[in-house]
């Protein structure tokens, strides 16, 4: 059949497509380009041989193998897509994984960088640590060292007060014995000087008790005639004013004589009325009224020259009564 002219031309032009589109989809080239078909040339001079049937044969093979061809082409570029999805997936996956790696490694470097700083801090720490302790125990025997010797020294300053104290023991006990001499011999002079002061004092006491009686009843004396004295002259005075009063009182008429009025009464040194008071009504206004009009209308009242005796006038109390007007 490939001996025949026809049929191998139609199979090396399917050939030469097939490759065609291989090429085109390697080199990832998805225009449309046109299908290469065989067609029958008449050469001059050259007789072609007819047959009927085979080139039939030959046009529906072409049409087969263009079908399969497409499809293959479709199936090949689908796959050659997926490759690249797959290639791209695959490069970014690479990409996200090496970016994962990238970080991972970071991340040990800084859990490293940090461990190590951890580690040398810690291992500064320690050695801080055991050099303060040394420290600590060197300041711990220096401090046993100078507690032993403070101890010793205590012991000894504690004898040598044992030793003072005995000292001082008898010292104080020689000086008590003294003292109580002394003082039981102070004592007994003491009651001795007392007893004499004592005798003196009651001496003097008796003396000044009988002098002090002997003055109180001279001042007694002159104290109850000096009262008397004064309460003569302060009713002399009162009977002075009683009557200076009477004589300057309008009675108003049919007044009943037993009622009386009293009277506070402020007087100055000449015996001025300064003011008069009503502390005692009697009764009856219009004698009350009359009354303390002729009080005003005495003034001057009689009073006494003596300070000390006017004192007592100088504000008094006075009751008068309309008998002493009528008497």
């Not at 700083?117 to 500064?124: G, H, P, V």
């Amino acid at each position: 059949m490939i001996s025949n002219p026809s049929y191998r031309k139609a199979f090396f032009a399917a050939l030469g497509l097939h490759l065609f589109l291989i090429v085109m989809l390697l080199t990832d080239n998805s225009s449309q380009r046109p299908v290469l078909t065989a067609e029958t040339k008449n050469t001059p001079g050259i007789e072609q041989p007819i047959a009927v049937t085979p080139q039939t044969e030959v046009v529906k093979a072409v049409s087969v193998d263009n079908k399969q061809v497409m499809e293959t082409v479709n199936r090949l570029k689908q796959e050659r897509e997926q490759q690249k999805r797959a290639e791209i997936n695959r490069q970014n996956e690479l990409k996200r994984q090496a970016e994962a790696a990238r970080q991972q490694r970071i991340k040990e470097q800084q859990q490293i960088a940090r461990l190590k700083e951890e580690a040398n801090k810690i291992a500064i720490a320690r050695k801080k640590q055991v050099e303060e302790e040394k420290k600590r125990l060197k300041k711990l025997a220096e401090q046993k060292a100078l507690e032993a010797k403070r101890v010793e020294e205590l012991k000894k300053q504690k004898e040598e007060l044992v030793k003072q104290q005995q000292l001082e023991a008898k010292k104080l006990d020689e000086l008590n014995k003294k003292k109580l001499a002394e003082k039981t011999k102070a004592e007994k002079e003491k009651a001795e000087k007392e007893k004499a002061e004592l005798a003196k004092k009651a001496e003097m006491e008796r003396k000044k008790a009988a002098a002090d009686a002997a003055a109180k009843q001279a001042q007694a004396a002159q104290n109850a005639e000096r009262q008397a004295r004064i309460a003569g002259e302060v009713d002399k005075y009162k009977a002075l004013i009683v009557n200076a009063i009477g004589r300057n009182w309008i009675l108003p008429e049919n007044v009943d004589s037993s009622l009386s009025s009293q009277f506070r009464i402020r007087l100055a040194p000449d015996g001025m009325v300064l003011e008069v008071t009503l502390t005692r009504s009697s009764g009856d206004p219009l004698l009350d009224r009359s009354a303390q009009t002729a009080i005003y209308k005495a003034s001057p009242l009689p009073v006494p020259a003596d300070a000390e005796t006017f004192n007592l006038f100088r504000d008094i109390s006075l009751t008068v009564r309309p008998e002493q007007v009528r008497g």
